[in-house]
């Protein structure tokens, strides 16, 4: 395989991507799924809810006109269905034959970026991703491509003009509502109100922050929640000093991103980061491989001061998005690069966008090494601590990948998250509802999504085997299993993903992308190739 010659290409994609208005290609017009349908019925499927509640199952589910009209145990395991008891299909009706296999409700990816100039990953290639590992509700935070072109996107979806989960999107605070980029950070209370209003009036759904300057955060927040608006904050290290997770949320902040922000909210013998004197955040290796020391520098779990941070969270119904798997590959950079779905399914741009850089995003190998591993390995260890416990005092933690950095792909890095999730201590049922109920509530979703339950709209994920046994069975590429005859077969992948009645074969979605993959391969003569290594 070749590689490009120089990173020209990707610079380029860099420089206009973060200062003009180019943006990437809109999905074109629908040409996958099948329906809606005036009736679906699903026939004997074993239902896992996204309430905590045991799988159960078979049973029938009835969907007409989008809306979930009845959830009906028709049977027992192992024993033949009675046809008396099961839901009669209407004239015009759609019988989907689910015997033997899972559903569960769509997936909710709480921090979801679609694509990039950067990266030159168009939203069909991300979209098919999300769908073909039956993720059927994202949330943008800051809409990179602008918020118009999100809000378009997200109209299309809701018609199902695309082929596309649905979409919520939050605008990057201080960015131009006009489409344009560069606006300076806004320094006044008047001014970020102000913003907040007009951010309302264009149809976004709420924003994503960075931080900022006390005054600032606290009116924008205020005014956004006066405005039944949700938020999300990155808590950047520029501001952290200042504005850490627990002022966030006593102003207003409803969703917390990655951990920033929350160890310095728990100091106790220090006011600042333990930064090396020649540290420098735009230098990227320092900033993240400084980063991994930051968790043993807060208060220790189960102590006075974790306990009190911890409690107050929960009690201003504060939501988590930890975002584990973007930061996986600080732990295990080999594992992360070397990903089996790479060679298949990683865009050429976006492999490119990923290797060692000074300029690209989350590309801040400039020499990683054992030292930094072990230190990113005893923070997830602290962190998870933190996330486990959060939920067992009631608190929500989300499913948010942050996917298209760091090695971490589209779709693919969703189940790393379920498995993180589970390593950190939560059931295989309490991921689920992680990754369903959970994030309808952070979104402001679950009235309409979340769960299996009669009046919600039909958004499910259907699997052959059972993704509670083992999530690896949910990943695109399938789980190995050892057949009783001694041969190996690849098992699971998404059976159906069903967004709006709508029933779309991921796995041909997955194929899809295969073919885009393949195309750009082809364009640009190009192979993945290990950075600094010779063709």
């Not at 109920?437 to 009046?455: H, P, Q, W």
Request: hydrophobic content about 35%; overall charge negative.
């Amino acid at each position: 395989m070749k590689m490009l010659k120089t990173k020209t290409l990707l610079l380029a994609f860099l420089l206009i991507g973060l200062y003009s208005n180019a943006q990437i290609e809109k999905a074109p017009p629908r040409a996958e799924g099948e329906g809606p349908w005036s009736q679906l019925i699903i026939r004997g499927v074993t239902v896992i809810d996204g309430t905590l509640s045991p799988p159960i199952g078979p049973v029938d589910i009835v969907v007409e006109n989008n809306r979930i009209v009845s959830v009906e145990v028709v049977g027992f395991p192992g024993m033949d269905i009675n046809p008396n008891r099961r839901p009669q299909l209407k004239p015009g009706g759609k019988e989907l034959n689910a015997e033997g296999m899972y559903l569960l409700p769509g997936f909710v990816d709480t921090h979801a970026h679609i694509g990039g100039v950067p990266q030159g990953t168009p939203a069909e290639y991300v979209y098919k991703l999300w769908m073909g590992h039956g993720i059927t509700t994202i949330c943008d935070p800051g809409s990179g491509n602008g918020i118009d072109w999100v809000l378009d996107q997200k109209e299309k979806s809701n018609k199902n003009e695309i082929t596309a989960p649905r979409i919520q999107a939050y605008t990057w605070f201080g960015s131009n509502l006009n489409g344009e980029r560069g606006r300076g950070d806004i320094t006044t209370p008047e001014a970020a109100r102000e913003w907040v209003r007009a951010n309302a009036k264009k149809g976004a759904d709420g924003i994503k922050f960075g931080g900022g300057l006390p005054e600032v955060m606290t009116a924008a927040l205020d005014e956004n929640k006066k405005l039944g608006l949700r938020s999300k904050t990155h808590h950047a290290q520029l501001y952290v000093g200042r504005w850490n997770v627990l002022n966030s949320a006593r102003a207003g902040l409803t969703s917390m991103e990655h951990w920033y922000g929350l160890p310095e909210a728990m100091f106790e013998d220090r006011t600042v980061q333990d930064y090396s004197l020649d540290y420098n955040y735009q230098n990227e290796q320092d900033r993240f491989g400084e980063a991994g020391q930051l968790w043993k520098q807060a208060a220790k779990p189960f102590s006075k001061k974790w306990n009190e941070v911890m409690d107050e969270l929960i009690s201003l119904d504060f939501s988590l998005s930890p975002t584990m798997v973007i930061y996986e590959a600080n732990r295990d950079l080999q594992r992360a690069r070397r990903a089996e779905w790479h060679e298949e399914y990683t865009l050429p741009s976006l492999w490119e966008f990923y290797a060692p850089s000074r300029q690209s995003h989350g590309s801040y190998w400039h020499y990683w090494g054992t030292e930094q591993e072990i230190d990113w390995k005893e923070n997830y260890k602290l962190w998870m601590t933190f996330l486990n416990e959060y939920k067992n005092r009631g608190g929500r933690v989300t499913i948010g990948t942050d996917a298209g950095f760091i090695y971490q792909l589209y779709g693919f890095a969703y189940p790393r998250e379920l498995e993180l999730m589970r390593e950190a201590g939560f059931h295989p049922l309490e991921v689920i509802k992680a990754a369903t109920l959970n994030g309808a509530e952070a979104l402001g979703l679950d009235d309409e999504i979340g769960t299996i339950k009669v009046g919600k709209l039909a958004d499910f994920v259907i699997t052959e085997e059972n993704p509670l046994e083992n999530f690896k069975s949910l990943y695109g590429t399938g789980a190995i299993q050892l057949q009783e005859d001694n041969t190996i077969e690849r098992v699971g992948g998404v059976k159906y993903t069903i967004k709006d009645g709508i029933v779309y074969d991921a796995k041909k979605l997955l194929e899809d992308v295969k073919a885009i993959v393949e195309k750009a391969k082809s364009a640009s003569n190009y192979e993945i190739v290990q950075p600094g290594m010779k063709p």
